[in-house]
């Protein structure tokens, strides 16, 4: 009876060993998996933002292609010499252009509407499209998509 006990209690031990040794065993391997998710996380986002910038200037230069500001007069829209909406892959993509010199004749200020449904604008600076105008060359319209 002494000896079945003894023998219990080093089973015991050992048991108790063993599940703590693989305890520590399967927390590393979850840290080395865990470290690998993360670097695959990271490269998919990476390649998910290539993918939507890829979408996005597909469809500003396909819709650019389309637009004709030959007999626009901006000054009677506040500054938009045109306007377009495209979907992709990736979402919707809007596109504007932008008169600097009408915009600055109006308020100063001009509004671009994402779709009638939407309700969303932004509102943009004379400032501001001067400054993007200067870094792109400093003269023609100012794209905003």
Same mark, same amino acid.
């Given at each position: =009876? ?7 209690? $080093? !089973?015991? /031990? ?5 599940? =703590?040794?693989?305890? $520590?065993? +399967? ?5 080395? #998996? ?5 670097? /695959?996380?990271?490269? #998919? ?6 993918? +939507? ?6 469809? @500003?230069?396909?819709?650019?292609? %389309? ?7 901006? $000054?009677? $829209?506040?500054? @938009?010499?045109?306007s377009a909406t495209q979907e992709t892959d990736a979402g919707t993509v809007r596109l504007a252009a932008l008169d600097v010199d009408a915009v ?10 994402? &779709? ?5 604008? !932004? ?11 200067? *870094?792109?060359? &400093?003269? %023609?319209?100012?794209? *905003?998509?």
């Amino acid at each position: =009876s002494t000896t079945t006990s003894s023998t219990a209690s $080093t !089973v015991a /031990k050992v048991t108790s060993t063993k599940a =703590s040794t693989t305890g $520590t065993r +399967i927390l590393q391997i979850a840290a080395d #998996e865990l470290a690998d998710m993360e670097e /695959k996380r990271k490269h #998919e986002a990476k390649a998910a933002v290539a993918a +939507i910038d890829k979408a996005s200037d597909e469809a @500003v230069m396909d819709m650019l292609g %389309g637009m004709d500001f030959s007999n626009v007069d901006a $000054t009677e $829209t506040g500054g @938009v010499m045109g306007s377009a909406t495209q979907e992709t892959d990736a979402g919707t993509v809007r596109l504007a252009a932008l008169d600097v010199d009408a915009v600055l004749a109006s308020n100063g200020n001009v509004a671009v509407g994402f &779709g009638e449904d939407s309700g969303i604008s !932004v509102s943009v600076s004379a400032d501001v499209l001067k400054q993007a105008q200067a *870094l792109a060359g &400093g003269s %023609g319209p100012v794209l *905003l998509s």
